[in-house]
């Protein structure tokens, strides 16, 4: 066990100093590096295919909902961005601008996108003209930038690849159904592909989307009881479309501006992954995200027929679908267990004479450390497919109970005060001011807010000014 | 018939016009549209969907050939373009640059990548220490921007999608092999998945790519007899590893700078399957890229049971895994035989009532206009996934067949002029000097050269100045 205590000695102490956990895994496991430009990030191969997981499993839902793919340019003129008053104020401040090509100043500066909602629109003007247009379904692939002062691998950096559905419809009434369906689908995919419980719900007018009517979220809770903004659907009413001036003949032979759509999730979803499931030996990968959901290590790796049976085993499993790597490297054994801990994979296989004499294969599971057990070599691809479920579902439940009993219902200040400095979040009533909000933020730091859509009471009165309560809210800290 | 002149009028005469046919095709089958930004495109669902397809295909063949992919910044220092000498004055003119965030300017301007061998080689720089860290084999899809003076949708436009390789390589004779194998995938990928054959072989000096020892390209002939370079791998050689520094510490204990390869295609290739298949009618779509592979037109849609069996039908094709679509509109079937002819759809099932009465569908192929068929109901997914393989040995066939017709061995300069006048590739020798290659560019304007791998004999004296010949060469004017 001396080469487990030299690996945890590498990685920060989880309950003690979370932030350098977190850095000290993404970089020691190799799934990120810093770029050279401050505030951007390298994926490398094992960061990057989680995201290629992320976008396979999502691209899926998002087609079975009836939206196709597309493409539009990474380069904007900087006079769409004005044409929407609260866009424009959100995002100049942070937006990369393109003055020049080689040595020529170009007439116009150009903003690499930070998101795409004026493109779409400007082109949205051209393709709609009839009811029979409507609803418009896209969604695109992309990379966005956004400078940011602080910057952390996935959670906050400069440059960061994402998905952003763009949607017109006929009547607000589809419109606003949009915006929730596809925050479903996020939360459905969270669930059931990343293995994290979201609370879903509308933020406040202050944290709306800068454009839009309404912002409705998705929020994790991480392992120190911070939240996590991991996706977000805006309902953005005529807000683009009637300075892009997008309109269509309806039925009844007038012309219309349509109501609009937008929603996205991005490569901090990968940060929301590393942080909702991870421990004192590092990741914790959800199978269903996982680059390599099953490693075969070989025991006694000299003795004869022990190389053959893994790379036997190994064939086995990858043509049942499972993805799974075999290390022949000649570290040794314990030296590979703690590698592939480290990295999270959910299952380990290790294979040695005994068991290939006994017609075995010794399993772990990453989810239950410690805990080995045999599967008989017959029939190990469906057993280890029904494995990768049960870690699934485990994992679900782990951070189920973990977020549940770290959420406190509070009445006044003080216990607000009092659950949020605990690592929780917090749910109160509130009476909907800005006034209160602002200041409940100033004084505990409660940088997240939610109301989820489950609006029975759990008072009556607000928490910060005593009123009469309009909303139920969750407070809590964000990264 | 009526409907179907209609569409012929819409569309420029592919003999008399082909490049207004290209750009109507492109513009009227909604593949493409133009971007606000000059020289931009946004590739509309049925455009993007081909890309999907292309890089669905090819990543499968990357990832089996040993690489990973990953995702390097957008934004590259200007002082990284400035390190390798070939290569800035390459790309200089054309790299678009920011300079500010917001309001403030950059201590630094920063590239928006045109191709990413920098910053891939300061990356390599950190990770390669030993020879155990060799071969590095990594991939990237990405956007990447060049200005481009003049631009046309897929074949030249300022930003486009692409995959680049980079690799790294212990030796010289191993990132030589990579550069030929990676070509040759190409190839294979472009008979089997695009059903275009294409002409493999080395630049001239003049042409390689900036920074690089050679390039290899993969060329293909184009319906008007020109030619496209279609993919590109070029032998680094260790320009890049010097001035960026990459080491690595050998089996023998010495430090040595590794061997570098790089190699991509991009969007260009939608141009290439446009113009290499295409008809009076519009598109030809290679089954293995076609967005839709078979569309099902219900005939007498209103009579009872047909568009129930249109649906059966469509159920069963989907769930054998071919890309299928029921156009159930109100639009008459003569203007559908006609919408998924110019969209190009490779096969086209028609069902009625007398269908329905026989147990069968009536089929019509893409590549073979006009000819109708009947299939069984019973087995019709098979017959169909048949049909595919049997368009697409066919496109490729056609597409070689009119290459192999249009290609003229020629012996001097008058024989080389009538060659390329009569939109065909000339097939000469070569004395291999610059001189020669300049006067042959400059009087008969064949901007594509390539140099076979076979390189037997087809003479003894070069095609320009009759004097001994060192190399057998193509030319053709290029797109």
Redesign the interface.
């Known amino acids: 066990m001396a080469k487990a205590n030299e690996f945890v000695k590498d990685i920060a102490d989880i309950r003690e100093n979370f932030p350098q956990w977190y850095t000290d895994v993404v970089i020691k496991t190799q799934l990120v ?1 810093y ?3 401050k505030g ?6 094992y960061g ?2 989680v ?2 997981n992320i976008q396979r499993e999502l691209d899926a839902r998002i087609k079975a909902t009836g939206h ?10 900087y006079s ?1 961005l004005v044409k929407e008053a609260d866009h424009v104020e959100g995002f ?12 020529n100043e170009l007439p116009e ?2 903003v ?1 996108r930070p998101t795409s909602e004026t ?1 779409f629109c ?2 949205f003007s ?2 709609v003209q009839s009811y029979r247009d409507l609803p418009l379904l ?1 969604n695109q692939w ?2 966005v ?1 956004r ?1 940011e002062k602080t910057t952390r691998p996935f959670l906050r950096t ?2 960061f ?1 994402w998905q952003e559905g763009h949607t017109l419809h006929a009547t607000q009434q589809e419109a606003e159904e949009e915006t929730i369906k596809m925050l479903r689908v996020y939360e459905e995919f969270a669930k059931n592909v990343l293995a994290i419980p979201m609370l879903t719900g509308k933020k406040s007018e202050k944290e709306k989307f800068a454009g839009a009517d309404a912002t409705y979220s998705i929020e994790a809770m991480m392992l120190d009881g911070k939240s996590l903004q991991a996706g977000t659907s805006h309902y953005l009413g005529q807000n683009f479309a009637k300075p892009f001036d997008i309109r269509f003949l309806d039925k009844d032979g007038t012309h219309k501006h349509p109501y609009q759509v937008s929603w996205g999730v991005s490569t901090r979803l990968i940060g929301a992954v590393i942080m909702a499931h991870g421990d004192e030996r590092g990741l914790k990968m959800p199978p269903y995200v996982a680059p390599v959901q099953a490693v075969i290590i070989p025991v006694a790796m000299h003795k004869a027929g022990v190389l053959e049976k893994a790379e036997e085993i190994k064939a086995t499993l990858a043509k049942a679908g499972i993805r799974v790597k075999l290390d022949a490297t000649d570290n040794s054994p314990g030296w590979k267990f703690n590698e592939y801990e480290m990295k999270g994979v959910p299952l380990r296989i290790e294979i040695g004479p005994r068991d290939i004499e006994n017609g075995v294969a010794t399993l772990s599971r990453r989810d239950k450390a410690g805990e080995k057990f045999t599967a008989p070599l017959e029939g190990l691809a469906q057993s280890v497919q029904t494995l990768l479920q049960e870690i699934h579902e485990n994992m679900y439940a782990t951070a189920l109970a973990f977020r549940d009993s770290h959420v406190k219902t509070v009445r006044n200040m003080d216990e607000l005060k009092e659950a949020v400095d605990g690592q929780n979040f917090a749910l109160s009533m509130w009476c909907g001011d800005r006034a209160c909000e602002d200041k409940i933020k100033e004084t505990l730091q409660t940088t997240s807010r939610n109301m989820p859509f489950d609006q029975s009471p759990v008072g009556d009165t607000c928490v910060c000014c005593g009123k009469k309560a309009k909303h139920k809210i969750y407070w809590g800290r964000a990264y």
Do not use: C, Q
Request: glycine share 4%; charged share 20%.
């Open positions: 590096d770029g050279p430009v951007t990030m390298v994926m490398r191969p990057y295919a995201w290629e196709e793919n597309v493409y539009l340019p990474l380069l904007i003129p769409f100049a401040p942070e937006v990369a601008l393109v003055t020049h090509i080689g040595d500066k150009l690499v493109i400007e082109m051209k393709w896209v992309a990379n930038i400078w400069s440059e690849l």
